[in-house]
C-alpha cells in the first residue's frame, strides 16, 4: 500500500505508516527479530517485523481510554459512550 500512494506522488514525498497499539506484548514482539518461542506465526507477521525494523513502520502507544478499537470489547461507562 505505501508504495502504491508513493507511487501516485510526486517524487520525494515520503510515505509513512504508523502503527497504533495498547498493548505491551505487541510492542515486544514487533521490536524482536524472528519468532522466538512463539508458535504457529505467519509470515505476514514476520514481513511485518521487518518493516519495523527497516523504519518504514513508525509504532507508537495509544491510550486504553482513546483506543475506539477497543470501545466494544469492555464495558465502558456512560461518560467514555459519549
Avoid: Y
Avoid at 505467519?42 to 525494523?53: A, C, G, M, N
Wanted: charged share 30%; aromatic share 10%; with cysteine.
Amino acid at each position: 500500500m505505501q508504495a502504491c500512494i508513493q507511487f501516485l506522488l510526486e517524487d520525494g514525498v515520503k510515505v509513512e505508516f504508523t502503527l497504533n497499539w495498547d498493548n505491551s506484548a505487541d510492542k515486544a514482539f514487533f521490536f524482536r527479530s524472528g519468532v522466538g518461542r512463539i508458535r504457529h506465526i505467519s509470515v505476514r507477521i514476520l514481513w511485518f517485523q521487518r518493516e519495523v525494523k527497516l523504519g518504514l513502520v513508525s509504532p507508537a502507544t495509544v491510550c486504553i481510554r482513546d483506543n475506539t478499537a477497543d470501545l466494544r470489547t469492555k464495558r465502558p461507562n456512560r461518560d467514555r459512550m459519549r
